[in-house]
């Protein structure tokens, strides 16, 4: 261990450039030595070495070729669960790098309004993998949304079950023809009503939730074909749900417009019905079980939201609904 220490510098010089390296032999045994001195080296020590491992998975996340850029996030995963006060440094970073990834579109996370992201073509297997390590991620950002998320997991399955009626009847009140013209005149919103979006995270939400619909859209549940839609779908609202429970993020006017696409393509499904769910697919009780409470949350927050800018600004009735 002493001598590591001495030559701690020199090794992560060597092993990083190996990030980008053409075989997959060597990128394979490269995420295993990673693995074992990120496990070695306490968080304070990798802070010394942050500059040069952020530069080359940077060189890794965004290489031409799919297996590079899959291994070099596999890399980060490992940086998220050996050190995430580390990895969480890596934020203005990471939050654009998965919006390239899942869009191929090099995004800059400013409020100032960009044209809407649509989603790379690539296999679900690959769009999976970029999901469940987002998902990871942002759950080491917001760590006290993650204890509300990890609570409300631990509730009876069946509870969202019990909820859906009314969540149902709470989005369909909301769902009034005034949302069409909400969304209409979304684009002429003043600064003022995005003011609140600036916040880094709040930003990212903004281009990321669109994406997230736009896959329930291209997988059409519950006529699921692989495993790897059941893990989109899931981890799609998995991360919708965290992102949407933010108490920032629930006074932003594009989270009202999410309504009309909900309305138009998830509402009618909701909740899954898991008898409809083809067996070819994999998914369990328990897949049908989560992604129907990711949805149950997501449409209750975005109907209450809506509700809120119905009723105006100091009305507590929609937040009344939310807390029912």
Request: glycine residues 4%.
């Amino acid at each position: 261990r002493n001598q590591l220490d001495l030559h701690l510098s020199r090794v992560f010089e060597r092993i990083c450039d190996l990030i980008v390296d053409p075989e997959q032999c060597v990128r394979t045994a490269l995420k295993g030595l990673f693995e074992t001195v990120f496990r070695f080296l306490p968080q304070t020590a990798m802070v010394s070495f942050l500059p040069l491992v952020r530069v080359h998975l940077s060189a890794g996340l965004s290489h031409v070729t799919d297996a590079i850029r899959d291994d070099a996030l596999a890399l980060f995963d490992t940086l998220v669960s050996t050190h995430p006060y580390v990895a969480s440094s890596f934020q203005s970073q990471m939050l654009s790098t998965y919006l390239h990834l899942l869009t191929g579109t090099e995004v800059v996370l400013k409020p100032k309004a960009q044209a809407r992201l649509r989603l790379r073509g690539c296999s679900m297997s690959e769009r999976a993998l970029m999901l469940e390590s987002l998902l990871r991620y942002l759950s080491v950002l917001l760590r006290e949304d993650t204890k509300e998320e990890r609570a409300t997991s631990e509730t009876p399955c069946l509870v969202w079950l019990a909820e859906s009626e009314t969540v149902l009847g709470l989005f369909q009140s909301a769902a009034s023809s005034d949302l069409a013209t909400m969304a209409s005149t979304a684009a002429g919103a003043s600064s003022t009503d995005t003011a609140a979006a600036e916040a880094e995270i709040d930003l990212f939400a903004q281009y990321a939730l669109p994406l997230l619909i736009e896959m329930w859209v291209e997988v059409s549940p519950p006529s699921f074909t692989a495993a790897a839609d059941v893990t989109c779908v899931r981890a799609a609202f998995s991360i919708a749900r965290l992102l949407l429970t933010r108490k920032s993020c629930r006074k932003q006017q594009w989270v009202s417009d999410l309504a009309v696409t909900l309305q138009k393509h998830v509402v009618d499904v909701f909740p899954l019905d898991a008898s409809l769910v083809p067996k070819q697919c994999g998914a369990t009780d328990g897949d049908v079980t989560a992604i129907n409470a990711s949805l149950c949350a997501v449409l209750a927050i975005v109907a209450a939201t809506v509700n809120r800018r119905h009723d105006g600004p100091g009305s507590g009735a929609s937040d009344n609904k939310t807390a029912a």
